[in-house]
């Protein structure tokens, strides 16, 4: 088998493997190689023909393929090498990557790794629905990618279960081509999307949104006939009298996103229970040295601008380590406190300004997220509206974290 | 005086800002966190409008499909007129991110253009 070397090999063509494999160029690494299994850059941002994507760091609303196409452009400038319908078979932990394409199998020696392999669509299987098995039955990603790139039509008259983000942007675009969407199903008692999804998408068109609703039942043989939806209890149990029979031909799901790491796990690199992702350090790497991490297979993000901004620097990290730059050592762990699902990163030098992204457990308006070490107060930042949809991304300041021992632990206070 | 609160779209921050407003124009507005959101309340409220994103086929190019949008926004009530308009077009490869697509879409004066290149 051939063997070539790399400086730093990116896994990953979407968002964010775009915006390492560039910033790792840009960063001193020479010979960076970006690693693709479709048949173009750009990832799912391709099949998000819809507006809103680069508000943060671009400071304009660009639809997801305009969005990709900038990147793409700084990516060729920058001098990275792209492998395109390339398959990475296997990670270890001195970084050795396995991959095939046209040309074969190669093994791929990297100075460092950057894995940016995405996330996955949950599916009826992983939210356990019971019925039937007829066709008709999409998550909401698929069939994005059937209207948007393959002009396939799914059906005429559809419902979706779960109110994520891309359930919500299919509602509004289901409905410009004609389908009628009958509603949005929601289990929890609140919506898992941004606000403002809501109002775009099933406001403008007067699609209704149920909460604390769910699909209890799948009907039809050949292609689907309808769904039984009910209300769920404070409980989780279905509330007696409220089930009802929807006709229909689709459902969509948009019941959540994992992050892909069946590569970290081959290289033994742990993963938190909470994300799902690796356990990253200030500088995005995980656990096993070398190999860093960002954008959706480190964490799921409503955004992709924070996806770019920190694969970015997972990027400027891992062209450092390649070259054989010392990192800042880790010695600051960051504990998630009361309101607090999870913080990335989760531990810090202190030798540097950290953004840190998190989510809360649950809805609230005017509070606060506190930073504490010891006994100094080392940040509070007011929140008018918390929100567990919304990613909560906050800077604190290298001086901020001296001065004080142990770890940095972060909650939401009144 | 009318009152009401409006999630402001502009960003995906989604402000929930209340608005206070007479019959001309908008008179105040509260809880928006960045000074966009007057633009777009005194809008919501007087004009709204949207940007319509939409796929058009693509004649012997690379993809099937060449995705586009409305170079500004349109009319909120004319969303369902600029899809009719689009449905018979045709776009002709080589495409690139820009390009117009269709002039003067259901005549609001709005160019209808490609947010993708097609080879």
């Known amino acids: 088998m051939r063997t070539e070397n790399v400086d730093v090999a990116v896994v990953g063509g979407g968002p964010a493997g775009l915006a390492a ?132 039509l799914v059906g005429r008259k559809a419902v979706i279960l779960g109110s994520g983000d891309i359930g919500l942007i299919m509602a509004r675009r289901l409905t410009l081509e ?15 999307g941004l606000a403002r999804n809501i109002v775009q998408c099933l406001d403008d068109f007067d699609i209704p949104l149920y909460l604390s609703t769910t699909v209890v ?55 938190s229970p909470v994300t799902t992702g690796p356990i990253v350090d200030d500088q995005f790497q995980t656990s096993v040295p070398g190999i860093f991490c960002g954008g959706n297979a480190l964490q799921v993000h409503d955004l992709v601008d924070y996806a770019s901004m920190e694969s970015q620097k997972a990027g400027q990290s891992a062209a450092t ?38 989510r809360v457990f649950s809805p609230g308006s005017d509070r ?22 919304a990613m909560i991304r906050v800077r604190v300041r290298a001086d901020r974290f001296k001065g004080s021992e142990g770890p940095l632990t972060v909650e939401v206070t009144d | 005086m ?7 779209v502009v960003c995906p921050t989604s402000c929930l800002v209340h608005a206070e407003w007479d019959d001309e124009e908008l008179v105040s507005i509260d809880r928006a966190r960045c000074k966009l ?34 170079a500004s926004p349109v009319p909120k009530g004319m969303v369902f007129d600029v899809m009719n308009d689009l449905a018979g077009v045709v776009a002709k490869a080589p495409i690139t991110v820009g390009d117009v697509i269709l002039k003067d879409v259901s005549g609001t004066g709005i160019d209808v253009v490609a947010t993708m290149n097609v080879a």
């Open chain 1, 21 to 152: 494999a560039a910033a790792a160029r840009e960063a001193g690494a020479e010979n960076v190689l970006l690693i693709e299994r479709g048949e173009r850059l750009g990832g799912i941002l391709n099949q998000c023909i819809h507006d809103g994507f680069g508000t943060k760091m671009l400071g304009e609303a660009l639809t997801g393929p305009e969005y990709a196409q900038i990147f793409i452009a700084r990516l060729s400038d920058s001098g990275v090498t792209s492998s395109l319908e390339t398959m990475v078979l296997d990670l270890t932990p001195d970084r050795e990557l396995t991959i095939c394409s046209e040309d074969g199998i190669r093994r791929i020696k990297a100075g460092s790794v950057v894995l940016c392999t995405g996330c996955r669509e949950r599916t009826r299987g992983a939210i356990r629905i019971p019925g039937t098995r007829p066709a008709g039955v999409f998550t909401a990603g698929v069939v994005q990618e059937y209207m948007n790139l393959r002009n396939i």
């Open chain 1, 178 to 192: 004609g389908v009628k969407v009958e509603c949005v199903a929601e289990i929890l008692p609140y919506p898992s």
């Open chain 1, 217 to 271: 039942d799948i009907h039809g043989v050949d292609r689907l006939q309808g769904v039984t939806l009910a209300q769920i209890g404070p409980k989780g149990g279905v509330v007696r009298g409220t089930k009802r029979f929807i006709d229909c031909d689709t459902l969509l799901l948009s019941v959540g996103l994992i992050p892909e790491n069946e590569l970290a796990k081959k290289a033994g690199i742990d993963l």
């Open chain 1, 321 to 358: 380590f390649a070259g054989a730059g010392k990192l800042p050592d880790q010695n600051i762990d960051v504990q998630p406190g009361n309101g607090i699902r999870y913080v990335v990163p989760q531990t810090l030098s202190g030798e540097e300004a950290v953004d840190f992204s998190m």
């Open chain 1, 368 to 389: 606060y997220v506190v930073f504490r070490r010891g006994d100094k107060m080392v940040r509070r930042m007011k929140q008018t509206e918390l929100d567990p949809a």
């Open chain 2, 2 to 8: 009318n009152t009401g609160e409006i999630v402001c």
């Open chain 2, 37 to 70: 959101a007057w633009d777009y309340v005194a809008a919501e409220i007087f004009d709204p409008r949207r940007t319509v994103t939409t796929t058009v086929p693509v004649d012997a190019g690379q993809s099937p499909l060449v995705s586009v949008k409305t």
